[in-house]
């Protein structure tokens, strides 16, 4: 019984921050990822953390969003980051 309580623990304390991850493809002309990104060395970037980003297509961020490199801008939460 114990173990089936371990085993259940273990899959419940580690099933959020699978399901937390957010995969972006790196924007045109970009090599890095955004911050708070990791590169995968490939194509793409992951977090894992989601935040909302959107890329840029090189214009200014909209308004309540911010800046966060290599061609993304993150929509600010709680109106500061």
């Known amino acids: 019984m114990k173990k089936v309580l371990l085993a259940l623990f273990v899959l419940?304390?580690?099933a959020p921050a699978a399901?937390?991850?957010k995969e972006i493809p790196k924007a045109p002309g970009h090599d890095q990822?955004?911050?708070?990104y990791v590169n995968?060395?490939?194509t793409t970037?992951?977090?894992p953390i989601?935040?909302?980003v959107a890329p840029t297509n090189g214009k200014a961020?909209?308004?309540g969003w911010m800046n966060i490199g290599a061609g993304y801008?993150?929509?600010k939460t709680l109106g500061i980051f």
């Open 61 to 63: 961020c909209m308004s």
């Open 50 to 52: 989601y935040y909302e």
């Open 73 to 75: 801008c993150k929509k």
């Open 40 to 42: 995968t060395l490939g």
């Open 19 to 21: 399901m937390a991850q």
């Open 12 to 14: 419940a304390s580690s």
């Open 45 to 47: 970037c992951v977090s």
């Open 33 to 36: 990822c955004p911050l708070g």
